[in-house]
């Protein structure tokens, strides 16, 4: 069993953590089938009933974990599009894929924030968190950079036919592979939540949830953004050139 309080959290007095410890102990002594003391509640030496592990997170530290994790979504977001951007040999390519990203991140980190307290299971948004939503976020960009390339091929084979054509081309020779893809990761993650235990569950949640969202995303958010995009850019360009060829007139 894992219990979270915010009892008296702001205070780092060690005198704190012996009153919870104690609270703990005349709270949940009454259910054990074994008398014990309180010294033996505390360590896991003598009686394997007692506490098993503990951890204490301050408002200092709470602050520096919270900075930390939106440097890191963001720094990660800004390197996949420079990635994206360089393969691809197009700003728009990149923007469609940090869309599509920051996305799946957005919503999984809301759905923890409105459900943390609510459902049976662990929802914290810790240190397990932040590296569920990184390994989300390097999970989802996979679909993306399918279906570009794929994009990519047909725009090399099919010069003379328009990008509306191709994207939609790719996307339904893409769409098997991305579901099967996203269907046999997901039944893993299914069996990790349901019986991985309470320490990996509120993980394979967010992973799960990444694998959803991250899945449509890639085909309903990415790769839309990237075709208005291209499509917004080749017609600033268009007016651009017929501006130079009036000029010269």
């Known amino acids: 069993m894992k219990i979270t309080t915010q009892y008296k959290n702001d205070e780092e007095s060690s005198d704190v953590d012996a009153e919870v410890e104690s609270k703990l102990f005349n709270a949940l002594s009454p259910f054990f089938e074994e008398k014990m003391t309180i010294d033996d509640f505390k360590s896991t030496l003598s009686n394997a009933n007692g506490i098993?592990?503990?951890?204490?997170?301050?408002?200092?530290?709470?602050?520096?974990?919270?900075?930390?994790?939106?440097?890191?979504?963001?720094?990660?977001?800004?390197?996949?599009?420079?990635?994206?951007?360089?393969?691809?040999?197009?700003?728009?390519?990149?923007?469609?894929?940090?869309?599509?990203?920051?996305?799946?991140?957005i919503i999984v980190i809301g759905?923890?924030?409105?459900?943390?307290?609510?459902?049976?299971?662990?929802?914290?948004?810790?240190?397990?968190?932040?590296?569920?939503?990184?390994?989300?976020?390097?999970?989802?960009?996979?679909?993306?950079?399918?279906?570009?390339?794929?994009?990519?091929?047909?725009?090399?084979?099919?010069?003379?036919?328009?990008?509306?054509?191709?994207?939609?081309?790719?996307?339904?020779?893409?769409?098997?592979?991305t579901l099967n893809t996203s269907v046999s990761t997901l039944v893993t993650m299914l069996a990790i939540a349901i019986w991985g235990g309470e320490s990996i569950r509120g993980l394979a949640v967010a992973l799960i949830l990444g694998i959803l969202?991250?899945?449509?995303?890639?085909?309903?958010?990415?790769?839309p953004v990237m075709y208005d995009a291209t499509i917004a850019r080749q017609k600033k360009l268009a007016a651009a050139e017929s501006t130079k060829k009036t000029s010269r007139k």
Do not use: C, M
């Not at 999970?139 to 725009?155: K, L, M, T």
């Open 52 to 105: 098993i592990s503990s951890d204490k997170v301050g408002p200092t530290i709470a602050n520096d974990i919270k900075r930390d994790a939106v440097i890191a979504v963001i720094l990660a977001l800004i390197v996949i599009f420079a990635y994206i951007a360089f393969r691809f040999r197009g700003w728009t390519w990149g923007l469609g894929g940090v869309v599509s990203l920051a996305h799946t991140a």
């Open 213 to 223: 969202i991250g899945t449509y995303a890639s085909i309903f958010i990415g790769t």
């Open 111 to 177: 759905f923890f924030s409105l459900f943390s307290g609510i459902l049976p299971f662990n929802l914290d948004v810790d240190q397990t968190f932040i590296a569920a939503i990184l390994t989300i976020i390097g999970y989802a960009i996979n679909d993306n950079v399918v279906i570009f390339d794929r994009i990519r091929e047909y725009r090399t084979l099919h010069p003379n036919t328009d990008i509306k054509t191709n994207t939609n081309l790719a996307l339904n020779a893409t769409l098997t592979r």
